[in-house]
C-alpha cells in the first residue's frame, strides 16, 4: 500500500460544482501539504497543516478550502469549481526536520 | 522569500553521455536543498538531499548532485543517462523557518529527454 493515498484519481467536474479531493497517510507525519501541478508552472503550494489544530494558506489558497480531520489525513476542496482550477493536484507529508517530502500519486481534475 | 530557478524547461542528452539539470536557488540563511523525479501519471519521487556537510551528494538511480554555496547551485548530475532516466525533474529547497515553518519550494521543473 502507498505510503500517501489520493483519491479520487481523476475527476471531472462541471463549473459551480463543489468537489472534495482527499488524502490519507501512514508516514505518521505531522505535516501535511497540498500543492498544484500545472505545466510550465510546477508545483504552487495551496494550503500546508502542521497538525491537526494548524492550518494555514499557501501562496495561491483563493477558492480553496482545506480540513485536517486526523492527523492522517488531509482534504482539499473547491467550493465552486471553475474552468482554471482544471490541474494536477498533490498531496504531500515531512516531518519536522529536514527530511524530504513524501507524495501522493496525484488527483487530475478537469472543471468543465 | 525562498526561491528556486530551474532554468532549462527541457534538456536533451544522448543515452551514455553525462546529464546536467541545472537548479540555484534564493533563501536566508542555510538551504535544505532537494532533487524530485516525476514519471509519467505519477507521484513526485526522492532522489536526493543536501542538509550539511559535503558538498556532493550521491542519491538514488546513480544521480549526485553538486552544491555549491558561492553561485547557490544545486545542480543535478549523472555520469552517464539512460532512456528509462527521461522525467520531469524539480528543484526544491526548504531555508530558515519564516515564524517558526520549514516550507519546501518548488522549482517549475526541467523535462530530460534521454535520446537512444
Known amino acids: 500500500d502507498a505510503d500517501v493515498t489520493q483519491t479520487p484519481r481523476n475527476r471531472i467536474t462541471k463549473t459551480g460544482k463543489r468537489i472534495m479531493l482527499e488524502c490519507s497517510q501512514t508516514?505518521?507525519?505531522?505535516?501535511m501539504y497540498w500543492y498544484r501541478q500545472d505545466p510550465g508552472l510546477g508545483l504552487r503550494l495551496i494550503y500546508y497543516?502542521?497538525?491537526?489544530?494548524?492550518?494555514n494558506k499557501g501562496e495561491i489558497s483563493d477558492g480553496y478550502s482545506v480540513s485536517r480531520q486526523a492527523q492522517a489525513k488531509f482534504s482539499l476542496s473547491l467550493e465552486s469549481a471553475i474552468p482554471n482550477q482544471t490541474a494536477l493536484y498533490f498531496c504531500?507529508?515531512?516531518?519536522?526536520?529536514?527530511?524530504?517530502?513524501?507524495f501522493g500519486q496525484g488527483t487530475r481534475l478537469t472543471v468543465v | 522569500a525562498q526561491s528556486v530557478a530551474q532554468p532549462e524547461d527541457q534538456v536533451n542528452v544522448a543515452e551514455g553521455n553525462p546529464l546536467t539539470v541545472k537548479c540555484t536557488y534564493s533563501?536566508?540563511?542555510?538551504?535544505?536543498l532537494f532533487w524530485y523525479v516525476q514519471y509519467p501519471n505519477r507521484g513526485l519521487q526522492f532522489l536526493l538531499k543536501?542538509?550539511?556537510?559535503?558538498?556532493l551528494v550521491k542519491g538514488s538511480y546513480g544521480f549526485e548532485a553538486e552544491f555549491n554555496k558561492s553561485q547557490t547551485s544545486f545542480h543535478l548530475k549523472k555520469p552517464s543517462a539512460l532512456v528509462s532516466d527521461s522525467a520531469l525533474y524539480f528543484c526544491a529547497v526548504r531555508g530558515l523557518p519564516s515564524g517558526g515553518s520549514y516550507i519546501p519550494t518548488f522549482g517549475r521543473g526541467t523535462s530530460l529527454i534521454v535520446h537512444p
Open positions: 497543516s502542521f497538525d491537526v489544530k494548524d492550518i
Open positions: 533563501v536566508s540563511g542555510n538551504p535544505y
Open positions: 543536501y542538509i550539511t556537510g559535503d558538498n
Open positions: 504531500a507529508t515531512s516531518d519536522q526536520g529536514y527530511s524530504e517530502a513524501f
Open positions: 508516514k505518521g507525519h505531522d505535516r
